[in-house]
């Protein structure tokens, strides 16, 4: 009988994604809680634990305490592992230990990649994924190498300092912001190499997957062929990316010029700026203390994380498109033109509905735990939203207040970094369950807007 429920129980790819994404937090907790990955003499509460393994799945990067000051090197690699595995998503390296072990990737196993990688089409799966592991673990093997070797001249052995160039890459590369320094990438401050680099492998990790294999077969295509097309997806994708990047570079340059920059030299300030702009798109590594900003610009960078990353990578946040559809509309809109045309091609009405929803859901729930946590917690609502829109753009930048967090506060952080992980769309998905097809409309009636 119990077995006859169970089968007469169908999960939608959505509701399968999210419960493995759960089975996924549940065994990272049970791994951070062992006390052999612990330094001598530390323990983690549940909740800590809890906390700690959703901001690892979700590669967000929010701490309640040091990393390096908790785990030991079997917890340090424990954390890199779980960063890959939220990274890159469960079904990315779900497929690469399918194909290892030889198993056939049926219907089944390409629908729930399709919705893990927020792809609309079922061809070409297994090869999507096939190529975001080897230039994931490229990128990675690379970084890890550049740093690694890099880290020689500041390490006593050379253990200590590719442990240190392997963790970083991987946390880079993630968009993780976790770091075992203590003091994330702020004793770097003026070591412009390092962060280049690390500059590079947040850019790979956050410009989505799609875009780095089109790059790549332009890249590697015939150019004496018929000419390389890139996508309607990778274009507004890259512009939007890299607009966001400049644009809040001069911002952060801008509000800061008579402030934190007024003793700085031109390239430290270029190097702030563009490094605190770029890590805003989900990666959480900073190189200064952001209570060294003023309010405007912690509010600017707070809107910057509340963006995010681009679909389809290892970022959370509304994703760039959303935020580029949704300025187009409105755009557009004010123009008289009924629909959007860019880069020669015309959105379509369901994108532009779907933007608009992830957009609307998104400011809601951020809203609701911006207003539920500045009853809750005796903090600034500058530091408040700051820690909201950070947990749901999975960044992991904050202004010092998550190890002060109520238990009910981290619990809040906890659901906005698993919903910023899933996505908005998943997430009401989930609610929605199963599509049904309308079978007949009422007639249509027009009501006053604005």
Known sequence: ???????????????????????????????????????PGIEISFIDALFTAVSAVSVTGLTVFSTSDTFNVTGTFIIAFVLQFGGIGIMTL?????????????LKERQLIMTDQN???????????????????????IGALILGTYYLRFFETWQEAFLQGFFASVSATTNAGFDITGQSLQPFAGDYFIQFIHIILIVTGAIGFPV?????????????DVKYRFSLFTKLTTMTFFVLVVAGAFLIWAFEAN?????????????????QSVTTRSAGLSTMDVNQFQEPTQLMLSALMFVGASPSSVGGGVRTTTFAIVLLAIFFFAKGASSIKIFGRELH???????????????????????????????????????????????????????GLSTFAKII??????????????????????????????PTERVIIG
């Open 349 to 403: 009405p369901e994108d532009i509905h779907k933007a608009f929803v992830v957009f609307s859901v998104a400011s809601m729930v951020c809203g609701a735990a911006i207003i539920i946590l500045s009853i809750s917690e005796p903090f600034p609502i500058v530091a408040i939203i700051f820690e909201v829109t950070s947990a749901f753009g999975t960044t992991g930048l904050s202004m010092g207040i998550t190890p």
């Open 119 to 141: 792809q609309s089409t079922l061809s070409g799966l297994v090869q999507l994924m096939k190529q975001i592991i080897a230039l994931i673990f490229l990128v990675e093997a």
């Open 94 to 106: 779900g497929t690469f230990v399918w194909l290892v072990m030889g198993k056939k990737i049926g």
């Open 212 to 224: 780095l294999i089109e790059v790549k077969n332009f890249l590697f295509s015939n150019q004496n």
């Open 1 to 39: 009988m119990l077995r006859s429920r169970f089968r007469r129980i169908r999960l939608t790819s959505v509701q399968l994604i999210v419960l493995f994404y759960l089975v996924a937090v549940t065994i990272s907790t049970i791994l951070i809680s062992l006390p052999i990955a612990h330094q």
């Open 259 to 275: 402030n934190f920059f007024r003793d700085k030299s031109w390239h430290e300030t270029l190097f702030y700026s563009v490094f």
């Open 413 to 442: 952080i906890i659901c906005l970094m698993f919903i910023g992980r899933i996505g908005i769309l998943s997430f009401l998905f989930l609610i929605r369950g199963t599509v049904l097809r309308e079978r007949y409309h009422y």
